[in-house]
């Protein structure tokens, strides 16, 4: 009934059969081995409206399957689309792999995943869309940040571990056996930074990767880096170990009950711990850490690392005293910790007050915060914030509107200064070498050569001189300016519950007033002026 041409069309000779319409000779092709075929309905109506039809009736034709790639926007991932064939012929895999080859895939194909879109010709019907993807790119891997690995536990993480007592309560003063090494003991090791793994796209193209961040292993006092292992920091004396940038040092430690008139003040080269309380008027001074169990009340405390202070720091207002009138006053080179502050000096890197800080004056390095968790929710109350970088707390200022002042990226005002000094040497020292040019204009005109040559030799060493002092100067002001920027950038005041009225904050070289209060905020620098932005859940 059917035969199929060289061309791959179906024919029927109509003057033999003489169909009586177009649905007979669509279910017969239904019936015939060429029903996977695609149907050729325009040929086949055209047939019964003729008034001359051909001999032979196209009715079909067999259709071949289709493959075609695609290649992702950012070349990541390549796409086969396939069309199943329609009583023609399938797509083999070396077929496919001449149409993988010429979209331009040329890396990341993997055949296990063209075999699973070439499959589906065999589970589909004639004529249905298929896709799946045939190659994938690889995302390049940045190498790990190098770490530290420490091997002792240090003082500051002892205090973090109170002793549980036999009923289940806790004792905050007892926090165990001190924490102490012997000399050659491990203190802590470097974890090396890794390379990173290059990417590629599935056209080939090599995508860099970032190796990880490294940094020197610091040895402080009482340490060194090990003989035999450059990557381990070794105890060189007895004593307790703390953290510092990078690294560690070993104090000596001296422990005392109580700092009162008795005891007279403390000046220790090491750390020191004081196990109970600091009385009022008495001073300590260490170079290593300041460890207070109880409380101090109108004390001075000065440290060449950190400071921290189990219970509160309680002064009180004395103009005579000292420059902020505060006769409670803590200064460390590293960190302060203390549970609650009321009119005291605090100035530190990072400043840490667990639960509320009423009337303090605090000078913070980096990070002021009140309140123990992620999300702080203490209570910072009146006082003056001298400077910072950055400030968390709960509730800033009070309902009673009472004024308050805080001063964020201060040293941005001397950072300004010391820009404007360069900036005037750098006009004097331009002002020079336009002097010295003139002078060898001058030299040129000299008639004697051996005196010309004099001159220019001297002016030409004085002349590298100064391009040498401006260059200097350049790159400072580069410098000047890039620390600026990254200053301003980071600065923000948080407020997780309240900002209320009567705050007068003041980022960098402007100024603003809360007029009223806000409900969960932060203030920080946009467009060079302060914005206030509020939390949304």
Do not use: W
């Not at 179906?10 to 319409?21: C, F, G």
């Not at 050729?40 to 039809?53: G, L, Q, R, T, Y």
């Not at 496919?96 to 296990?112: D, E, F, L, M, P």
């Not at 010295?436 to 001058?442: D, G, P, V």
């Amino acid at each position: 009934m059917f035969k199929l041409a060289h061309n791959g069309n179906i024919l029927l000779e109509v003057a033999k059969l003489n169909p009586p319409n177009a649905a007979f000779i669509v279910e017969a092709l239904e019936q015939s081995p060429y029903a996977d075929c695609e149907v050729d309905n325009d040929s086949i109506n055209a047939f019964f409206k003729s008034d001359h039809p051909e001999k032979n009736l196209v009715v079909a034709r067999k259709v071949d399957a289709q493959l075609s790639v695609e290649i992702s926007e950012d070349k990541m991932a390549a796409t086969a689309h396939l069309v199943t064939a329609k009583g023609g012929a399938k797509i083999s895999i070396e077929q496919a792999k001449k149409v993988i080859i010429k979209a331009g895939v040329s890396r990341g194909y993997k055949q296990s995943f063209l075999e699973q879109v070439l499959q589906k010709q065999f589970e589909l019907p004639p004529g249905t869309n298929a896709n799946g993807v045939i190659a994938r790119g690889r995302p390049p891997k940045d190498g790990k940040t190098a770490k530290l690995i420490p091997h002792v536990t240090t003082l500051r993480e002892r205090l973090k571990q109170p002793k549980l007592r036999e009923d289940g309560s806790v004792d905050m003063r007892d926090f165990g056996k001190l924490a102490s090494v012997a000399p050659g003991t491990l203190l802590m090791s470097k974890q090396p930074a890794t390379e990173g793994a290059q990417g590629f796209t599935v056209t080939g193209d090599a995508i860099e990767a970032k190796d990880g961040d490294s940094f020197e292993l610091n040895a402080g006092d009482g340490t060194e880096i090990s003989a035999s292992n450059p990557l381990e920091l070794v105890a060189t004396i007895a004593g307790c170990p703390s953290d510092i940038q990078n690294g560690m040092r070993v104090d000596d430690v001296f422990t005392i009950g109580d700092v009162d008139v008795r005891s007279g003040h403390v000046d220790f080269n090491g750390s020191v711990i004081v196990t109970h309380n600091v009385s009022p008027g008495m001073k300590i001074k260490a170079q290593g850490d300041i460890t207070v169990m109880g409380s101090v009340e109108s004390g001075e405390l000065i440290s060449g690392g950190h400071i921290d202070i189990k219970q509160a720091a309680i002064g009180h207002l004395d103009h005579q005293n000292n420059d902020e009138g505060l006769t409670c006053r803590l200064v460390a080179q590293g960190d302060i910790h203390l549970a609650h502050g009321q009119y005291s000096y605090i100035e530190g890197n990072n400043i840490f007050i667990a639960r509320q800080s009423n009337h303090c004056h605090i000078k913070a390095k980096s990070l002021f915060q009140v309140g123990a968790d992620d999300a702080p929710k203490g209570k910072l109350i009146g006082g003056e914030i001298l400077d910072a970088q950055m400030v968390i707390a709960g509730e800033i200022g009070s309902d009673s509107g009472a004024k308050m002042t805080i001063r964020l990226a201060h040293r941005g005002v001397e950072i300004t200064a010391e820009t404007d000094e360069c900036l005037k040497a750098l006009t004097q020292t331009s002002e020079q070498l336009n002097t010295l040019q003139q002078a060898i204009e001058k030299a040129d005109n000299v008639k004697d050569a051996q005196k010309k040559q004099q001159l220019m030799t001297k002016i030409g060493a004085t002349q590298m001189h100064y391009c040498e002092e401006a260059e200097a100067l350049e790159n400072k002001l580069s410098a000047l300016e890039l620390n600026l920027n990254g200053l301003l950038e980071n600065t923000k005041l948080v407020a997780n519950q309240a900002l209320h009225q009567g705050v007068e904050i003041h980022i960098f070289d402007r100024k603003y007033k809360t007029t009223r209060s806000y409900p969960p905020c932060s203030a920080s620098l946009v467009d060079n002026k302060i914005e206030i932005a509020f939390k949304t859940n």
